[in-house]
């Protein structure tokens, strides 16, 4: 069983910066296939970003390249998510996500793949 617990949400202006971090437990993060999700008020939980399990591949929904980058600290158990030059569309619940096997690329942003999931952490983007 692993346990994802998520922290850093706030609000932050438009052009801000946050890092998300979602510490695990019960497994070593290098066993684990990773991803952030966000759902935003009355929309469904859409993909953000992905990494393999290894980290030996990093992926992104369109929207996020360029500005968001995931990340992994095996030495922690630690994944982040670094979201640079906010917008007010970037406005969600964010939550971390896990799953206990290696993800062929095409299956890195279905929601449906992942075995564990944070609690969330909300996000507002606002002046």
């Known amino acids: 069983q692993v346990q994802l617990v998520e922290s850093g949400g706030g609000l932050v202006q438009p052009g801000g910066s946050l890092r998300l971090s979602c510490a695990a437990s019960?497994?070593?993060?290098?066993?684990?296939?990773l991803g952030w999700f966000r759902q935003a008020t009355g929309q469904a939980r859409e993909f953000v970003a992905g990494?393999?399990?290894?980290?030996?591949?990093?992926y992104y929904t369109n929207s996020v390249k360029g500005r968001f980058t995931i990340s992994r600290d095996n030495a922690k158990n630690t994944m982040y998510l670094q979201m640079n030059s906010l917008t007010p569309e970037d406005t969600a619940v964010y939550y971390c996500a896990a799953a206990a096997r290696g993800l062929i690329t095409s299956s890195i942003s279905s929601s449906d793949e992942y075995d564990y999931w944070g609690q969330g952490t909300q996000v507002t983007v606002s002046s």
């Open positions: 019960g497994r070593a993060l290098r066993e684990l296939t």
């Open positions: 990494s393999k399990r290894g980290g030996t591949g990093t």
